[in-house]
């Protein structure tokens, strides 16, 4: 097992395990298990994700064992997660440059040429 899983990884897998531990679902371990498996799912997240970002995604972990724990019916493997886990927000895209006057008539003037040799 992976000895470098960030604490925070650690605890949100940890949150999300006592939330299905409360649903008592077939398959479900013992509730002083809660430890060993929370170190045992982080470290698989943290095999399978690469790199994780706390700010990015410590949100799409919880959200994902939300979901998890809305629609299983039995306990599942830490495998289950990633058809819960939400994609990563996207960075807004920054606005396109100003256009100074000099540039839009340079951009006119090259479309006014192309446009001519294109019906000439």
């Known amino acids: ?11 949100e897998v940890a949150g999300g395990i006592q939330r299905l531990l409360v649903l008592r679902l077939d398959g479900c371990p013992p509730a002083d298990a809660v430890e060993a498996m929370a170190l045992a799912w982080a ?4 095999v399978r994700g690469g790199a994780w970002d706390e700010a990015l995604d410590a949100p799409r972990i919880r959200a994902a064992f939300r ?14 997660i990633w058809a819960h886990l939400p994609e990563r927000p996207r960075q807004p895209k920054l606005p396109p440059p100003p256009m100074s006057a000099a540039q839009r008539a340079l951009a006119l003037d090259m479309l006014r040429q192309l446009r001519e040799k294109l019906l000439s």
């Open 1 to 11: 097992m992976s000895e470098s899983v960030p604490g925070w990884l650690l605890a």
């Open 43 to 46: 470290d698989a997240l943290l």
């Open 67 to 80: 979901s998890l724990a809305a629609h299983v019916q039995r306990w599942p493997a830490p495998a289950d």
